[in-house]
């Protein structure tokens, strides 16, 4: 059935007059002018086709059109607030659902969840291993963790800068480069493809052959002694960041783990 198109402005600024039967007062409340108050109500008289006050000696009097619909108009306010508090309810949820390469899932966000946790034990996670095509309404995204260029049209966070190690084994590897989809595409010819930085870490550490990383991703073994850096970082062209569309950006949970996350990055 096709909606009639409610003039909600003008009911408004109804309901205010009606509770005050004062134009001055209802646009005081509204913080308005009493002209713009005026000009809604002789605005929603000519929609509707009927009068809605008189002037009288004693001040202003609802017509008996206009008390007819006044309590149906007030329930009707009711239920937007209703409406509008059960939409932001999810601002208070304890339920954060996640998107992110699995491989950074595990070597980089996992730990930093285990810390948040502690500090929020109440806090739960739904985490989804996911590049960076997953649509965020259909998965009922908070977060996405993403391997890219920027955040395009998306509110997000770079986590470090776009930085790339050679890491080898620390007893040398061979000369055998491991490519992932992610890599620096002019690092070499490719011995072994994977999936993932992930499993190109893993490569290297078994003996398989050098792979070029985000840094981020690879400090940990490096610093856990698996692997070990040779030479400098390169700069590449994607880093990781934390993206989300702007109405999950701007949820107190979803910024709270933001700040969590970047803190000290």
Request: charged letters at 20%; hydrophobic letters at 45%.
């Amino acid at each position: 059935m096709k909606r009639t198109h409610l003039p909600l402005n003008g009911l408004r600024v109804l309901d205010a007059a009606a509770r005050h039967l004062s134009f001055t007062r209802a646009a005081d409340e509204l913080a308005v002018t009493p002209a713009a108050v005026g000009q809604q109500i002789r605005a929603l008289e000519d929609m509707l086709g009927v009068v809605l006050f008189r002037r009288t000696p004693k001040g202003l009097e609802l017509t008996p059109e206009a008390e007819s619909g006044l309590d149906a108009l007030r329930s009707g306010f009711l239920m937007f607030e209703e409406s509008v508090q059960a939409m932001q309810a999810g601002q208070s949820s304890l339920s954060l659902t996640i998107a992110a390469p699995r491989d950074m899932t595990a070597r980089w966000l996992q730990p930093r969840l285990a810390t948040y946790s502690e500090a929020n034990p109440n806090v739960h996670f739904v985490l989804l291993s996911a590049d960076e095509g997953i649509d965020f309404s259909e998965a009922n995204l908070d977060l996405a963790l993403r391997l890219t260029d920027g955040p395009g049209d998306l509110e997000g966070v770079r986590l470090a800068d776009p930085l790339f190690a050679r890491i080898e084994a620390t007893s040398g590897s061979p000369d055998r480069y491991i490519e992932w989809p992610g890599a620096p595409h002019d690092a070499g010819d490719a011995h072994m493809r994977v999936a993932d930085a992930g499993l190109a870490i893993n490569g290297v550490r078994n003996g398989l052959g050098w792979a070029m990383v985000p840094l981020i991703l690879a400090q940990g073994a490096i610093n856990d002694g698996w692997v070990r850096q040779v030479g400098d970082t390169v700069v590449g062209s994607r880093a990781y960041w934390l993206v989300a569309p702007l109405p999950q950006w701007r949820q107190k949970k979803v910024k709270a783990l933001v700040e969590a996350l970047t803190a000290g990055e």
